[in-house]
């Protein structure tokens, strides 16, 4: 397992990059893994989507699956994908310091 920095501090992360304990996360992480997974500035609509990962995870213990996300975010898959290139579901978990969602590849 390896670590990385974000806003000054050091997370343990796995293979893919995912923080191994949520709870490590803040806010000020967001940017920074948005910018390095490529997504760049965040929106108030990302933080939308990052907000509902977190609560979701702290209800149900996973993310949602980019179908769910859809269903029950307030923002249409089409928006998702704009949002969060390359699998909204798995990306927008990262940027919000949860595992990835169960069904993600």
């Excluded at 209800?59 to 969060?84: C, I, M, N, W």
Aim: charge should be positive.
């Amino acid at each position: 397992m390896s670590t990385k920095v974000y806003a000054g501090t050091e997370v343990p992360v796995n293979e893919e990059g995912f923080f191994t304990d949520p709870g490590q996360w803040h806010d000020d992480m967001a940017a920074e893994i948005a910018r390095e997974s490529g997504v760049g500035e965040l929106t108030e609509r990302h933080w939308v989507i990052i907000r509902f990962m977190r609560k979701e995870f702290a209800e149900k213990g996973t993310g949602p699956t980019v179908r769910a996300l859809g269903k029950t975010s307030g923002v249409s898959v089409k928006e998702l994908y704009q949002l969060f290139p390359k699998g909204p579901a798995k990306l927008a978990a990262r940027i919000a310091g949860i595992p990835k969602p169960r069904g993600c590849i």
